[in-house]
């Protein structure tokens, strides 16, 4: 199973209790969905071996982490050297956004244009330091634009073109 078709969701900080609960680190913007009961997760180790696939039975938030329960497990000692393994999912388990919202694996790596075609270069990394996000954008010689991701700069994205075209107001560039 390839780590590049996997989605990073949570990962395993500590045991709870001594019934066999892990508590959860979510890396996600669906814990409601991913920690479910009844969902498959995949928790792979942090080093080599090989990942495994596990079922919740049951979740509850307990101070930003969840506690949850898995299929098979009711005790401290089965789940104890699962500490420190990431929860993931498959690249078919992701959750449909809506329009206008995309995945950041989705947007890095796009190539960006003017709204008269020019390339201006490659989206490397998505900052979020307030009321939007800024997109940054590796020019041909290494300089770095920061795109604001707002209506009037970002026209239009098309994810399967890996294309993104963008309206450059006075100042960015």
Same mark, same amino acid.
């Given at each position: 199973?390839?780590?590049?078709?996997?989605?990073?969701?949570?990962?395993?900080?500590?045991?709870?209790?001594?019934?066999?609960?892990? $508590?959860?680190?979510?890396?996600?913007?669906?814990?409601?969905?991913?920690?479910?009961?009844?969902?498959?997760?995949?928790?792979?180790?942090?080093?080599?071996?090989?990942?495994?696939?596990?079922?919740?039975?049951?979740?509850?938030?307990?101070?930003?982490?969840?506690? /949850?329960?898995?299929?098979?497990?009711?005790?401290?000692?089965?789940?104890?050297? +699962?500490?420190?393994?990431?929860? $993931?999912?498959?690249?078919?388990?992701?959750?449909?956004?809506?329009?206008?919202?995309? +995945? +950041?694996?989705?947007?890095?790596?796009?190539?960006?244009?003017?709204?008269?075609?020019?390339?201006?270069?490659?989206?490397?990394?998505?900052?979020?330091?307030?009321?939007?996000?800024?997109? /940054?954008?590796?020019?041909?010689?290494?300089?770095?634009?920061?795109?604001? /991701?707002?209506?009037?700069?970002?026209?239009?994205?098309?994810?399967?073109?890996?294309?993104?075209? /963008?309206?450059?107001?006075?100042?960015?560039?």
């Amino acid at each position: 199973m390839s780590d590049e078709r996997l989605l990073n969701i949570g990962k395993v900080v500590n045991t709870h209790g001594i019934r066999g609960e892990l $508590k959860i680190w979510p890396q996600t913007d669906f814990p409601e969905v991913r920690f479910k009961p009844g969902n498959k997760l995949i928790m792979v180790p942090p080093d080599a071996g090989e990942p495994i696939t596990v079922e919740i039975t049951g979740a509850r938030e307990q101070k930003k982490m969840f506690v /949850v329960r898995l299929k098979g497990f009711d005790n401290i000692n089965q789940v104890e050297k +699962y500490k420190g393994w990431e929860l $993931k999912v498959t690249e078919e388990d992701r959750v449909p956004l809506s329009e206008g919202e995309f +995945y +950041y694996r989705d947007i890095i790596g796009c190539a960006v244009v003017t709204e008269e075609g020019e390339p201006l270069g490659e989206v490397t990394d998505i900052l979020s330091p307030g009321a939007n996000d800024v997109w /940054v954008v590796r020019m041909p010689k290494g300089k770095e634009l920061l795109l604001p /991701v707002i209506d009037e700069v970002v026209l239009d994205v098309d994810v399967a073109a890996r294309k993104i075209k /963008v309206h450059l107001m006075e100042g960015l560039l």
